[in-house]
């Protein structure tokens, strides 16, 4: 079966659905899809606000449910290579202002929820190396998806967006001066690197409709394929994403990962000028400032929560292309100390140093002052918390977040480092925008 046409099917059933979507085929991170939903008898864990005491703290509330979150019960030797995957947890995101719970000040409060995690108890895996799908559910759920997933006969391809959305650029003049004000910053010694981002938005008279969406979705995809793409439904909010940013995986024996990516050129349809680009991306003096402490960033972050000595850089500015973007992504791995949890090495690095800068304390706080405003899911992480201990988590980026409002949001920036041009800077900052959205041009 398709993965958008079980989407159709399961978000029809229920207020909260998702698809964590491996869209990109090229890519090795893009093995298995996941499309599930929520039954009416399963609760969905959300917190509007965050805050550090028991009833509100995100991270303990998700570390909480997951002790006791359904989990697979057998899993046949001939599915060993599933024990990293979702098998049981949950799924959903932190949003940005979900740091509050780990003790940073946050001065705004966001129009969606700080976190949402939605129970993974019915739902497929498809594996696209094998072509197989498996239900994951209850007996009695996967016998029926066994009988009714074959009698399914729901089409994507009449499901069309109907306009281009009209997103307005966000100002240059404001946006430069605050390119300037984080380069004050920067000379004065209170931060190394700033990610200043820039929000926009459109009123969808459509918004939360299930058919608009999933077309809206299907359409991003085709633009810009990607290995954390999602598409989430989430009661009365949707969230829609061709994140090409790994935050953290972590695997079931404790191997965790993260490949900030800090680096962006768009890509031309003249294959030596699009070669240049990519050269040109890889020797940047600056482009390769941006990215090496960006890595020294997390590589400080998971030392707090991994064994000593066990942080590597396989890769170091590697890098990768996208339908719309050339990206220079670096790769850092390390192995988790004995009992410690996924969902604590994701608080450990939580917000991702790629949306921040450095160091991140200080720099949240010149960002907060600057951007005056919540990013809300903007900037956090999306993914899954499996019951076996693996997580797979990516950077909220490339992402649009409809409001049952009608209000639909997107957000993009750059990093601001001392040899940083304003105008370009904007120029960066547009041209990322244009690849979350089709038709959108920078």
Known sequence: MDPAAAFRSFASESDYAFWLDSARGSSPMSRFSYVGFVPADSEVLR???????????????????????PSVVEVPASLGFLRDELLGGYVGYFGYEARRSLGFS?????????????PAVSYLIFDHSSGQTYAVGSEEWVASIEQELPRVNYSTEELKLQKVLDFPQPERAPYEAKVRESLRE????????????????????????????LALYLSQRAHNAAPYAALL?????????????????????GVAETKPIKGTVPRSADPALDEERAAWLASDPKTQAENLMIVDLLRNDLSRVSVPGSIRVPVLMGVESYST??????????????GTTAV??????????????APKQSTMEIIDRLESRARGIYSGALGFFSATGA?????????????????????????????SDPAAEYEEMLTKLAAAVPGLSA
Not at 106 to 118: G, H, K, N, Q, R
Not at 243 to 253: D, M
Not at 325 to 338: A, E, I, K, N, Y
């Open 391 to 419: 997580a797979n988590l990516s950077i909220v980026i490339r992402t649009l977040v409809t409001r049952s409002s009608g209000c639909l949001t997107l957000s993009a920036g750059g990093a601001i480092v001392a040899d």
């Open 325 to 338: 973007v050339h990206q220079l992504v670096s790769t850092v791995t390390s192995q988790l100390r004995p």
């Open 233 to 253: 439904k989430c009661g009365d909010h949707w969230v829609l994403s061709s994140s090409p940013e790994k935050f953290l995986t972590v695997s079931a024996t």
């Open 344 to 357: 604590e090495a994701a608080a450990a690095c939580f917000p991702g140093g790629s949306m921040t800068g």
């Open 106 to 118: 946050v001065p705004f409060e966001a129009a969606t929820p700080d976190a949402l995690w939605m």
């Open 186 to 213: 920067i000379f004065e010694g209170n931060s190394y690197e700033v990610c200043l981002t820039a929000e926009t938005s459109c009123e969808v008279p459509e918004a939360c409709n299930d058919e608009h969406m």
């Open 47 to 69: 917190v509007e606000h965050s805050g550090v005491g028991e009833s509100d703290n995100a991270w303990q509330l998700l570390a909480t449910a997951l002790e006791t979150a």
